[in-house]
């Protein structure tokens, strides 16, 4: 009978191969059939005209990271308030502290002025 560990090293052996195999097999058994056209760069179905390359505001990157960090806070949050009736009050002090954190973090942002949208 094998023990978890042994469960664990053949995990751990088997499972770079499963996402490895689909590679392997599409380089050796998929078509190769080559062409200008499919070596072109495809952007919605039209040819692109004039230059591509066009600069964006970092402005609307950091407005997404800002975003991003306060959705993964009420992913990280909701557990807590699911089980709040079951927290000791030292895991009440470190959500406050987390919450703290966060809320510092977007008064930093704000007063930056990474969250005025035009």
Same mark, same amino acid.
């Given at each position: 009978? @094998?023990? $978890? #560990? *042994?469960?664990?090293?053949?995990?751990?052996?088997?499972?770079?191969?499963?996402?490895?195999?689909?590679?392997?097999?599409?380089?050796f %058994?998929?078509p190769?059939? &080559?062409? &200008?056209?499919? *070596?072109?760069t495809?952007e919605?179905?039209?040819?692109t /005209?004039?230059d591509t390359?066009?600069?964006?505001?970092? *402005?609307?990157y950091i407005?997404?990271l800002?975003?991003?960090? +306060? $959705?993964?806070?009420?992913?990280?949050? +909701? &557990?807590? !308030?699911? !089980?709040? $009736?079951?927290?000791? @009050?030292?895991?009440?002090?470190?959500? /406050? %502290?987390?919450?703290?954190? @966060? =809320?510092?973090? %977007? !008064?930093? !942002? #704000?007063?930056?002025? =990474?969250?005025?949208? +035009?």
């Amino acid at each position: 009978m @094998l023990t $978890d #560990w *042994q469960f664990i090293g053949i995990f751990l052996v088997l499972s770079p191969i499963f996402p490895a195999m689909p590679v392997i097999l599409n380089h050796f %058994l998929g078509p190769r059939k &080559p062409n &200008p056209l499919k *070596q072109s760069t495809y952007e919605c179905g039209i040819e692109t /005209v004039g230059d591509t390359w066009i600069q964006f505001k970092v *402005q609307y990157y950091i407005f997404a990271l800002i975003f991003v960090v +306060f $959705d993964v806070e009420a992913v990280f949050l +909701f &557990p807590i !308030a699911a !089980a709040y $009736d079951q927290l000791t @009050l030292f895991a009440v002090f470190e959500v /406050v %502290l987390f919450v703290v954190i @966060l =809320a510092v973090g %977007l !008064a930093y !942002a #704000w007063r930056k002025g =990474a969250l005025e949208w +035009f």
